[in-house]
Structure formats: structure tokens, C-alpha cells
């Protein structure tokens, strides 16, 4: 299912519950 994320928002991209990636947005390129 796609992310859905904003400006400034913190996130983190689990997979097999491990965290692969995380930080936070600071620019949305389309």
C-alpha cells in the first residue's frame, strides 16, 4: 500500500519488523 506523507512528518518504513528506513520529510518531490 503506498505512504502517504507530509512536510515535516516523521516516518518509518518497516519491513519484517525491522525498521529499513527512517527520518524525517523535509521536501515532497513529486
Same mark, same amino acid.
Not at 512536510?7 to 515532497?28: C, H, N, P, W, Y
Given at each position: 500500500?503506498?505512504?502517504?506523507?507530509?512536510?515535516?512528518?516523521?516516518?518509518?518504513? !518497516?519491513?519484517?519488523? !525491522?525498521?529499513?528506513?527512517?527520518?524525517?520529510?523535509?521536501?515532497?518531490?513529486?
Amino acid at each position: 500500500a503506498p505512504i502517504a506523507m507530509e512536510e515535516g512528518l516523521r516516518f518509518a518504513i !518497516r519491513e519484517g519488523g !525491522r525498521t529499513v528506513g527512517a527520518g524525517v520529510v523535509s521536501k515532497i518531490i513529486e
